[in-house]
């Protein structure tokens, strides 16, 4: 392994001037405690090449290297084709599919993401875990990221805990919405008999989301979303309580002859790169059912 080349398991910072010790500098650079002591434990954090003492204090010039070990990923491997919008040695961003599941489950052993990406890593000898970033029903079209090591999960971790990273969705729901756009700030909690189904509750999580029309049609209307927080089924809870729900959204509205699932889309999101820090926006296309609901609609 080349320590000063960069890859999947190493992350290169450098040092611009006489600074603070090496734990602050890292510090400074949002790693986590956590992942700080893991790599220091296993001598995995290196001062030009070398393990140093955490408080070593650092010059100009100096060169700080990440280790991130080899790891064994135990998810079968199949040959699932992947829609990849975008990938670096940190992130591997995917348009997810209808129809699809992500995460091995006890009915989901096979056909999964988790199945193709993990397949993915082999063909690129990619030796690490399969780590998503965040969460998309099964229902749920779009953007997806996975994160190639542990460095890259916790520094968009840190993004997604803050509310920097800017997501947002399109939904084609019921009804022609009036207001051109509207905020919704209202918290959610869980049905009391204890199904997946959610609710606007006055002491559930806050949820925040605002809504802009894109299109109206003679009984529905496509509507461009963005969520300020990340509630399980946020976007189809608050439209649905304000008379819109999402069309095809059989928990909370009723089946489609016209789409099997939701009409909803994950189709934009802006982070920062986890080494660099450079702002950077993902867009995936509309899937074809969608397209052939609007069409549908439209008639």
Do not use: W
Request: positive net charge.
């Amino acid at each position: 392994m080349n320590l000063f080349k960069e890859s999947e398991n190493i992350v290169i910072f450098n040092c611009n001037k006489e600074t603070k010790n090496l734990e602050k500098f890292l510090k400074d650079k949002n790693i986590s405690s956590r992942l700080f002591r893991k790599l220091y434990k296993h001598k995995n954090i290196l001062v030009n090449g070398k393990h140093r003492k955490k408080d070593l204090s650092l010059h100009e010039g100096d060169i700080i290297i990440l280790v991130m070990e080899d790891e064994e990923n135990n998810i079968e491997a199949e040959k699932i084709k992947l829609d990849i919008i975008y990938e670096d040695f940190d992130l591997l961003i995917l348009n997810k599919p209808e129809n699809t599941v992500v995460h091995l489950t006890k009915s989901h052993q096979n056909g999964t993401l988790s199945n193709g990406i993990s397949y993915y890593f082999k063909e690129k000898n990619i030796k690490k875990k399969v780590r998503f970033v965040n969460r998309l029903d099964m229902n749920t079209t779009g953007i997806l990221i996975v994160a190639k090591n542990p460095f890259a999960h916790q520094q968009l971790a840190l993004q997604f805990a803050a509310q920097t990273v800017v997501k947002k969705y399109l939904a084609i729901v019921e009804g022609v919405v009036k207001e051109n756009e509207k905020i919704i700030d209202l918290p959610i909690g869980k049905k009391i008999e204890g199904n997946i189904k959610k609710t606007i509750d006055k002491d559930g999580q806050k949820a925040v989301t605002k809504y802009i029309v894109k299109e109206r049609f003679k009984d529905s209307t496509l509507l461009e979303v963005q969520i300020f927080t990340g509630r399980s089924h946020q976007i189809r809870v608050h439209l649905e309580h304000i008379g819109h729900p999402i069309i095809g959204d059989i928990l909370y509205n009723e089946k489609s002859i016209n789409i099997e699932r939701q009409a909803l889309h994950s189709s934009y999101l802006k982070l920062n790169l986890p080494r660099t820090e450079e702002a950077i926006e993902f867009v995936a296309e509309l899937p074809s059912d969608m397209k052939r609901l609007i069409k549908a609609i439209k008639d």
